[in-house]
């Protein structure tokens, strides 16, 4: 058994297991959830352990340069004179991936443990979130565009019922505009797919292919093909292949979310319950920058390069608008979704620049947000658990209420806000680096953006700090009185154990970068040499 | 390098890094052992005591010797190595025995000054970790480390000024201390990143060293063109303003300075350490470390910037009521002086300037502690409803305190800058050189020297203002409440011990054997060029007589105007007054207009995300709505609408067939005569 296919399946087994267990023992599905992602984290750590670095293990565009790689034929049909449908079931991970991984898995510990809030259809909800895991892991790993599609789809129907179940008081109208706004972007993407199949055969059997890894060498489509590199298509007038990155980009900047494509976000965010938002913030942005590295770049680099200015140009925008747009909220939890918002900035903004620093940075950017959006929303779920409320103005000094609360607060904010020694520090400065020393190597960003990027930093003080003051200093003064005051007891030790460790991460992170950098340096050198030649 | 002379370089760099980490090791002994207990100050005061003693031996090792310089891989991005090392040479030795020194008798002063707070062990947590950012910040040696420690030594700053988490005034200041920060700190960053760029590496010690690569780069074309990098020369020039921006964030200067007179809501002993002696000095010594970079241009932008500054701020603190706000721009107006001295090219001086400035301002805000101390029991014993910190309440207390009394002549000497003191051979040094720099210099730029002699003059005013009212006449608290109870003295020894340390600092004989010479000081010959054309121009002469006898002139007129005549003479109402009084508006300025700006255009983007954006997806959902319904319609009636129409064509034939099979024979016949009939006339018709 390949332990990538065991990581992937590990959730789903579980959840199997749920559906079949009687409602009766509904009190035991949190502890089975949990036991299944401990599971899995286990076994993406010890994958992480015996992950191999060095230029022979970097990945991108050789497949036998990834590791714990499983591939068997899944649909192989033969079409007749269509010649034969070739698809198949292959799992591998590059530097990339392997962090990421890691960072869900964790991701997912801390939401199965913010699952206790849930408190009704248990079975029901348990099952949809070890469906969703399994999704998610998968997406990371899969290597074959059809697999890899299967798993992004798979994620859309469990996370439409956790919101619209689960979910706050306008949960329909979230989940169906989240549904909406993701099929959008999916349905196009199965065009370009189909596309790349078509244009693309296996050199080793001739057959038409889904293998991601074989449609980013130019050697390997048909002349004359949509998406051929040599004959220039078009496609309603427009360049094919250009047509194809923009309907993948978009597709993954959905997911990133990008200005404009965001304004789901916060309506889930807010509707979704606490450890749904943990998996939004925490994962699934995450997946629309994977997306862009391994699908949009690494197949399209030619117009990733030619495009470049405008990606860069959308990440400066994110980071301005989302920050600006945070400063303007006062429900919690929007604050954060909109932060959300801004920090991806950078991830796109980095990516753009494709310098080593600027895609390192973006990498670092993106595990780092991982975690601390995971705390974030894990720490508004505490309050608004207690009294219901997440409004910002109902709350005042909270600090002397609870303190330790505060703390982490404190720790999560400052963090966000790019303190040093938190890990989200060396990610923007070298999302900014990148951006800024792209001019001098490639040309592919003029200098102003990683300066403009750069007032993101200023206006993610402003707003972390302006809710500080707002809701926690001061003197006690709060919306629900006496009855708040009682409800509003300090984080007891479930809640404790859960912060700490993403705190203590926040921190690991940030004091030592190498845990993440030396792991993705192989892959980003070589993603960046391989879109650089083209 | 042989050896053994490595060999020694290690132990000093292994006793430096044992200086900066003593006092982290305290922070996490009180945060994680000691929890609430007292016992929180002692760690913090025996760990700063031995980072004292350490930097000292390690000043001793290093000070005029060569640089020591050592470092080790931190990670890897992409093919760029970070490093993380220790970079020593007289700049950061200096600096580590400084923040050392003047931590140790703060620590000794807060041990007392804080006793009966209830945040007491969190208080020496905070201090603790500030001390050690702080001293961490002064020894790094690479452009990344040096902006963490530079932002940690904001955090910690935030931190104390807030310490009063529960007081509104306290919680607005320290947010807007590490916003303003921030500002500068973004500065700071895109000058990282232009000089990483243009040089490919954030080594220090690579970047400024005499020959380095700093000093290889040169204009060529309207482009800085460094080995084959060229990136266009504004960019020299976007990175110098970054830099600024930096030192004028964490300095105070203009126009970034209104954060430090609203730092001092927290603890006053904080304010000693922090804004007046060590953080604030941290933008000087920043110049400092990148000063090669400057070019003529940007060094006079400097000249003019710290000129103003210290200008503007000795003109507000002329008028101030809050003790410890006449010292907060008192202190902004000298550290305008030490930009000034940078931009002058008085290298030397700026930085003698920053030591002695650190003695004399950390003992002013410490006497400023134990006035507010003994007020604040003043207003317990007798439960008045009174600022502490006002100055008008006070009055007559060289009486009651007398060693405070004379620590503050001490130290309100040296900030005037009179003869024997420690100010006057710093602060001389900078007024002559600017003198020296502005000879052959355009008009306008002459403008710089006079001004800064006119402010050493107004500062004279101020600090006789506030001797003069704090420490002579009778206490006018006395006067409003006549049958007052107070028992107030210079206190327990922690808080006499550190002004006795602090005042002898203020002296002389510590930085040179020659009282009416600059020159002959050791800390100024270590960083002065080693050629011997100074010494020569009249100023020499000149300048130290015309500061010492002009001040005392204001002195004397200060003590006519608020001891002799009393207070009414003063004008209250003039415009220069409320332009000094209101701190020339600028911070008004900021809250009215940037500020409600931010807002305002977060509230509008907010607006265009729910109404432009939002509303176009809904758009697009009416519209995909109306198709359906459309849809809908177009399928119920004209889709459905035939097949309905079928079958009730149908059904109307069955039922009009229907009633030809009614089972009686006389219809089948008539019926059957009615078809033949039809039959024929069809036929008839058609044939």
Known sequence: ?534 | MNPITLHTDAQTVTLAIIAVALPFAAFVVNFLLLGKSKASGWVSTLAILGSAVLSLNVFFRVWDNHTIHMQQLWFTIGATKVQVGVLLNNLSVLMLVLVSLIALPVHIYSTAYMKDDAGYSRYFRYLSFFCFSMLALVVVDSLITFYAFWELVGFSSYLLIGFWYDRDSAVQANKKAFIMNRIGDIGLLTAIIILFTQFGTFDLYELFKDGGLVAHSFFINGEWAAGLNYIPSVWHYIAFGGIFLAVAAKSAQFPLHTWLPDAMEGPTSVSALIHAATMVAAGVFLLGRVYPMFNEAELTTLAIVGCFTAFMAATIALTQNDLKRILAYSTISQLGYMVMAMGVGAYSSSLFHLVTHAFFKCLLFLVAGVVIHQIKHIKEDNSLDIDPQDIRHMGGLRKKLPLTFIAVLIAGLALVGLPLTSGFLSKDGILIQAFDWADGRSFMLSIIPIMALLTSWLTAFYVARLIFKVFFGELRLLKAFPSLQIHIGDGHWAYKLPLILLALCCLFPLFSLNPFSYETSWLYEAFAPKHAAEGQSIYHLVIPALVSVVSLVIIFCAYVLYIKRGDGMVVKNGLLFRISYNEWYIDRFYKRIIVKFVIWLSGVLYWVDRKVIDGFIHLLEKIGLAIAKATAWCDKYIVDGVLWLAAELVQYIGNFARRFQGGKVQYYLYSMLLAVIAVFILKLIWA
């Open chain 1, 1 to 534: 058994m390949n332990i990538l296919t065991l990581l992937i399946f590990t959730p789903v087994l579980f959840g199997f297991i749920i559906l079949l267990l009687p409602s009766s023992m509904r009190a035991s599905f949190k502890y089975i959830t949990l036991f299944a992602t401990l599971l899995q984290l286990g076994l993406s750590i010890w994958m992480y352990l015996n992950f191999k670095t060095g230029a022979t293990f970097a990945g991108i565009s050789h497949e036998e340069q990834f590791q714990f790689v499983q591939k068997v034929p899944w649909i192989h049909l033969d079409l007749g004179s269509a010649g034969k449908m070739q698809i198949e079931y292959f799992v591998g991970i590059d530097g990339v991936s392997i962090t990421l991984m890691v960072m869900t898995c964790l991701v997912m510990v801390v939401a199965a443990v913010a699952s206790w809030e849930i408190k009704s259809n248990l079975k029901g909800f348990f099952a949809l979130f070890l469906l969703l895991d399994m999704a998610v892991v998968g997406v990371f790993c899969a290597l074959d565009f059809f697999l890899f599609y299967t798993f992004y789809e798979l994620m859309l129907l469990p996370l439409y019922f956790l919101i619209g179940m689960w979910g706050g008081a306008r949960r329909e109208y979230a989940a169906i505009k989240f549904f909406l706004y993701t099929l959008f972007g999916s349905v196009f993407m199965l065009l370009v797919m189909v596309g790349l199949y078509l244009s693309v055969k296996d050199p080793a059997t001739g057959n038409h292919t889904f293998n991601i890894i074989q449609m980013m060498n130019p050697a390997n489509y048909i002349n004359g093909s949509v998406f051929s590199t040599i004959t220039h298509n078009t496609i309603l007038g427009m360049p094919a292949r250009s047509v194809g990155f923009v309907v993948l980009f978009i597709a993954f900047a959905i997911k990133v979310p990008v200005v404009p494509l965001h304004t789901w976000l916060p309506d889930a965010h807010v509707e979704a319950p606490t450890p749904v938002s943990i998996i939004l913030a925490g994962i699934l942005l995450k997946i629309g920058g994977y997306g862009i590295i391994r699908i949009c770049m690494s197949i399209f680099p030619d117009i990733a390069l030619s495009g470049a200015f405008w990606i860069g140009l959308l990440g400066v925008i994110s980071i301005l608008y989302g920050a600006f747009n945070a400063l303007a909220q006062r429900d919690l939890k929007r604050l954060i979704a909109y932060s959300s918002v801004s920090h991806m900035g950078f991830v796109l903004l980095g990516i753009a620049s494709n310098t080593a620093e600027g895609i390192s940075g973006a990498m670092m950017q993106m595990v780092s947000h991982g975690f601390l959006s995971t705390m974030l929303f894990f720490l508004v779920g505490v309050i608004y658990n207690r009294v219901h409320d997440r409004d910002i103005y109902h709350f005042r000094g909270l600090g002397s209420l609870m303190p330790r609360y505060t703390v982490y607060v404190m720790v999560a904010f400052f963090a966000s806000l790019g303190l040093p020694g938190f890990s989200a520090f060396v990610a923007e400065a070298f999302s900014l680096a990148g951006a800024f020393k792209s001019h001098s190597v490639n040309g592919l960003l003029p200098y102003w953006m990683a300066v403009c990027g750069s007032v993101g930093i200023l206006l993610s003080a402003a707003y972390f700090l302006w809710t500080l003051q707002r809701m926690f200093f001061g003197k006690l003064s709060l919306k629900g009185g006496e009855i708040w005051k009682i409800a509003l007891h300090d984080i007891n030790l479930r809640e404790t154990l859960t912060l700490l460790p993403l705190a203590l991460i926040a921190l690991g992170l940030g004091l030592m970068p190498s845990l993440v950098f030396d792991k993705v340096n192989d892959s980003v050198l070589a993603l960046v040499q391989f879109i650089g030649i083209k």
